[in-house]
């Protein structure tokens, strides 16, 4: 008897967790190809194109580190360069053709916008 009452207590338990999960929409997945930003631990800020990641370990493309960013149209935060993009106060470098980043701790979807204002962005210099 305890059995089937402790049964039933996980069954009912458990179908209210699943209803509480929302399902994944294909239009929010970061996939393959897609252009994103990568927050990292250790490693700073990148954009490039995914290649893939598991975990915390994110695989980009013709990445670029956004070494220092100002957001564009007087945004702050990093969520604001994934959509307005960067001002030409920011410090970007050069394009690397493959990077694997092993401390991801945020990877952002990036808007036409942004996209095109990072990879348009001039190499930073110090002289």
Known sequence: ???????????A?????KSKT?????????GPGDYVIVRC????????????W???EVQLKNS?????WKCANNKHSLSGVAIEGITGESKITDVVSAIV????????????KSHR???DATVYTTA
Request: glycine fraction near 6%; aromatic fraction near 4%.
């Open 13 to 17: 338990h458990l179908d209210g967790v």
């Open 54 to 56: 598991q975990g915390r």
């Open 22 to 30: 929302p399902e994944p929409s294909s239009e929010n997945i970061i």
């Open 41 to 52: 631990r250790d490693a700073g800020v990148h954009a490039g194109y995914l290649v893939c």
């Open 64 to 68: 670029r580190r956004l070494w220092y």
């Open 101 to 112: 980043l092993t401390e991801a701790c945020e990877i952002l979807a990036t808007t036409p």
């Open 1 to 11: 008897m305890k059995t089937e009452l402790i049964e039933k207590l996980l069954e």
């Open 117 to 119: 204002s990072i990879e």
